[in-house]
C-alpha cells in the first residue's frame, strides 16, 4: 500500500473510517468523517466557491478538467490498481473504470464551449427571445461502491465546466479511491493556478452525511447513484424543500435472445454483462429472455460456460470474476438463490467459494415473478423462455426498474421494434449489445424506479445548470404577447 500511496502522492490518514479490501480482508487505510459542524462549513464553502467560480468563463473552466483529465491520463495504472483493491474489480475493468474518467474529461472540455443556449422566434415585432444557461450551485455527488470514481467525474467534470463547486460523498466501502481522485484533483487545482478554496470537496461518511446534503437548501442539485431505497430517502428530503436530484438507481436489466440471434456473440455479451464486475453493476444483465425454440441448446451451453467462468483474486491474470463487496452481499444472494429455487428454479452455479467469492448463477425460472422482480446486487442470471417478440417486450418492461435493455436479432423488424417508442421501456435500449458496459458519449440513466436521471453524454450538462429565458425589446412600441391591450 505505501507504494501505491507514494505513486498517487497521497498522504495515509489515521482516521475513523477504515477501508476493506473484499479480496482478503486486509485494511487498506482509513480516512476521517467530518463532525456536523464540519459539514456545515463545508457547505458554507462550497457555495462561496461556487459564487467565485461561475464567474470564471467556462472554457476557462474547462481547463481545469482537462488538467484533471491529465493528472488521470499520468496516475491511470495506479488508481486502477487501487480500485481492483479496494472495490474489487479486475485489472482490466479497473483501468477501464480510470479511461471513463479521462472520457468524460475530454467531453466536458469541449463542452465547455459549447454550453449553447437557443434564439426563438417572438411573436411580436422588433423583439427577440433567447434561453441561456447559466450555472446552477453547490452540486453533491453521492456515489456508489461499484464505480467508485468514474461516477464521481461523469457529475464532477461536468458540474465543473458548468460553473459550480462540488461536494462529493463517496460509498463508505470505497472512501481512498476517492481520497486518491481528490489528490490528483487538488494537483489539477494548483496546476491551474486561481480556482477558489472550496471549489471541490469530500466528505466521507454514511447515509447521515448523504441525507444532510439532501436536506440543505444550500445544495443546488443532488445527484446520487445507489439503490432504489436509498432513492427513496434522498429524493424525498430534496424534493421537500424544491431542490433538484438526479437519480440513478436500481437495474433490473433484460436481454432478448431471438431465433435469428448470433448466438457465440450473445454468448460472450452474456457473460460480460451478467458476470462482469461480479453482477455488480447498475446495468449488469439479471433477466435472459430466450426464445422457445432455441432455449434448450442454449441455455445449457450458457450452464457449461457458466462452470468455466475463472473466480478469484482479480489481480490475477485470467481471473473474470471478483469478490463481491462484502459477506453481507454474497449472503443477500445464497437468500436470493434460495427464493428463486422455492419458486421453483433450476439453479446452475451460484456456490459460495469464499467469505467473499461466488461462482455466478443462471437460474431457470418457470415464472416471472417474485425474487425475479428485484434486484439482487450479485452475479445471479434468472432465465425465462417466450414465444412472440411482444411477450418478450412486454416482460422486459414488467418490473419495477427502466435502466438497461437489449435485443439480440439479427431481423431489422425485431431490432427497430425494440427500440422503439413501443418497444423497451428502459433510458438505455441496445442491438446486439449487452446492457451494460457504456460509452460516456450518450445519456446515461434510466426510467421508473431507476429515478429518470441521465448523466454523462449528450445534453445532460443541462442538469447541472439553470435555464435563462429572455425576451429583448428593441423598437419604440410596447405589444402584449396574445394581443392583450393593456393602455390608458
Ligand atoms: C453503474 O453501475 O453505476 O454502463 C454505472 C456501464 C458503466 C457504468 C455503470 N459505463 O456499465
Redesign the pocket.
Known amino acids: 500500500m505505501r507504494g501505491l500511496y507514494a505513486a498517487l502522492g497521497m498522504v495515509p490518514e489515521n482516521g475513523d473510517l477504515e477501508s476493506v479490501s473484499p479480496i482478503d480482508g486486509e485494511i487498506l487505510g482509513s480516512v476521517q468523517t467530518p463532525k456536523a459542524a464540519d459539514v456545515d462549513k463545508i457547505i458554507a464553502d462550497a457555495r462561496h466557491a461556487f459564487e467565485a467560480w461561475r464567474a470564471v468563463p467556462a472554457p476557462r473552466r474547462g481547463e481545469l478538467v482537462r488538467l484533471l483529465g491529465e493528472e488521470l491520463r499520468a496516475a491511470k495504472e495506479p488508481l486502477a490498481r487501487l480500485v481492483t483493491l479496494e472495490a474489487g474489480k479486475i485489472v482490466s475493468e479497473g483501468l477501464g473504470e480510470v479511461q471513463?474518467m479521462i472520457d468524460i474529461c475530454d467531453f466536458a472540455v469541449g463542452l465547455s464551449r459549447q454550453l449553447y443556449g437557443l434564439t426563438i422566434a417572438s411573436e411580436r415585432p422588433e423583439h427577440r427571445m433567447i434561453e441561456q444557461w447559466h450555472s446552477l450551485g453547490p452540486v453533491a455527488i453521492v456515489s456508489?461502491f461499484?464505480?467508485p470514481v468514474?461516477?464521481w467525474a461523469w457529475n464532477a467534470a461536468l458540474a465543473l465546466v458548468c460553473g459550480n463547486s462540488i461536494l462529493w460523498k463517496p460509498s463508505e466501502k470505497t472512501p481512498l479511491t476517492a481520497a486518491a481522485v481528490m489528490t490528483l484533483l487538488d494537483r489539477a487545482v494548483a496546476r491551474f493556478g486561481d480556482a477558489p478554496a472550496g471549489l471541490a470537496q469530500l466528505l466521507h461518511g454514511g447515509r447521515e452525511i448523504g441525507e444532510a446534503l439532501a436536506r440543505d437548501p444550500r445544495i443546488a442539485l443532488v445527484s446520487a447513484?445507489g439503490s432504489t431505497r436509498m432513492g427513496r430517502t434522498i429524493g424525498p428530503l430534496v424534493a421537500a424543500r424544491f431542490g433538484r436530484s438526479l437519480l440513478?438507481l436500481g437495474?433490473n436489466n433484460a436481454m432478448i435472445v431471438a431465433p435469428s440471434a448470433d448466438l457465440k456473440l450473445a454468448e460472450r455479451a452474456i457473460l460480460f454483462?451478467a458476470a462482469g464486475?461480479a453482477g455488480?453493476?447498475?446495468?449488469?444483465l439479471r433477466r435472459l429472455i430466450v426464445h422457445q425454440s432455441i432455449a434448450d441448446g442454449f441455455v445449457a451451453r450458457l450452464a457449461a460456460l457458466y462452470a468455466l467462468l475463472p473466480v478469484g483474486d482479480p489481480r490475477d491474470d485470467g481471473v473474470l470474476v471478483g469478490p463481491l463487496i462484502d459477506e453481507a452481499a454474497a449472503d443477500t444472494m445464497a437468500d436470493a438463490l434460495d427464493a428463486a429455487r422455492s419458486q421453483g428454479g433450476i439453479v446452475h452455479g451460484g456456490e459460495r467459494l469464499g467469505p467473499r467469492f461466488v461462482r455466478p448463477a443462471l437460474v431457470e425460472m418457470a415464472a416471472h415473478d417474485g425474487v425475479v422482480l428485484q434486484e439482487t446486487f450479485a452475479p445471479i442470471l434468472y432465465v425465462l423462455r417466450y414465444d412472440t417478440l411482444a411477450e418478450a417486450i412486454a416482460l422486459n418492461n414488467a418490473v419495477p426498474q427502466g435502466l438497461?435493455s437489449a435485443i439480440f436479432t439479427t431481423d431489422l423488424r425485431e431490432a427497430e421494434a425494440f427500440i422503439a417508442d413501443t418497444g423497451s421501456d428502459c433510458g438505455?435500449a441496445n442491438v446486439n449489445i449487452g446492457?451494460?458496459?457504456?460509452?460516456?458519449g450518450g445519456a446515461?440513466g434510466g426510467e421508473k424506479e431507476t429515478g429518470g436521471g441521465r448523466e454523462?453524454g449528450t445534453d445532460s450538462w443541462r442538469a447541472y445548470m439553470r435555464r435563462s429565458t429572455n425576451t429583448i425589446n428593441y423598437g419604440s412600441a410596447l405589444p402584449l404577447a396574445q394581443g392583450v391591450r393593456f393602455e390608458i
Open positions: 471513463e456508489a461499484n464505480f468514474a461516477v447513484t440513478e437495474g454483462s464486475t455488480q453493476r447498475c446495468t449488469t438497461s438505455i446492457p451494460s458496459g457504456a460509452e460516456i446515461f454523462s
